[in-house]
């Protein structure tokens, strides 16, 4: 039987927090899900796909898996009800990560309703290591508004991508 979890989330962008968790899923699971969600209400910085270019290319090395087998890492988009993403996909397990306190409430009570919903599919927290714990998507992103310097929170990549954007944004409020 494979073993297959779900990981949801923004990834606006995938910082070296999500990449954390992602190993550490790994692990769990013969096969890992990334579902980015669309998520239109929290006006991303990133588009979709771009979303979903940067999350595939960012968990191209990843070979972590239970037993010395390398676990199986989908990227896809998913615009339902993570409950019913999970069942699509035939996950028994849903990973979230865990942060601060500033996390739990919402997490506990999202955990709690998808139970109602599906009791089968179980909600599973993880801690990234403690020096990516603080690290969040929406901070990378106003850090680099502000010109401050955010190679700790995400690799090369996605940090010159993030810089790139912002300097796009800024010639458009300008001209
Ligand atoms: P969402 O909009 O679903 O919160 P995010 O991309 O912000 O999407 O986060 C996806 C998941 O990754 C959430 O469970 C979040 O708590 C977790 N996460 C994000 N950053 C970290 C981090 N630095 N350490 C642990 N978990 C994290």
Do not use: C, W
Not at 43 to 58: H, Q, Y
Not at 123 to 130: K, N, R, S
Not at 151 to 165: G, I, L, N, Y
């Amino acid at each position: 039987m494979v073993r297959t979890g779900v990981y949801p989330g923004s990834f606006d962008p995938i910082t070296l927090g999500h990449m954390d968790i992602i190993r550490r899923a790994a692990h769990l699971v013969d096969r890992l899900v990334i579902g980015v969600t669309t998520n239109a209400s929290k006006s991303p910085m990133f588009t979709l796909d771009e979303r979903l270019a940067m999350v595939r290319s960012e968990v191209e090395g990843i070979v972590d898996g239970v037993d010395g087998a390398a676990t199986e890492i989908d990227v896809v988009a998913f615009d339902s009800l993570l409950m019913h993403f999970a069942e699509r996909e035939g996950a028994s397990i849903i990973i979230r990560g865990l942060r601060a306190v500033a996390d739990f409430e919402y997490e506990y009570q999202m955990a709690g309703m998808n139970q109602q919903l599906n009791d089968d599919i179980e909600t599973v927290f993880l801690m990234a290591d403690v020096a990516l714990q603080p690290i969040a998507s929406r901070l990378v992103k106003e850090i680099a508004l502000y010109g401050g310097d955010i190679s700790r929170f995400v690799t090369p990549s996605v940090a010159d991508q993030v810089r790139a954007r912002v300097e796009r944004n800024g010639r458009m409020v300008e001209g």
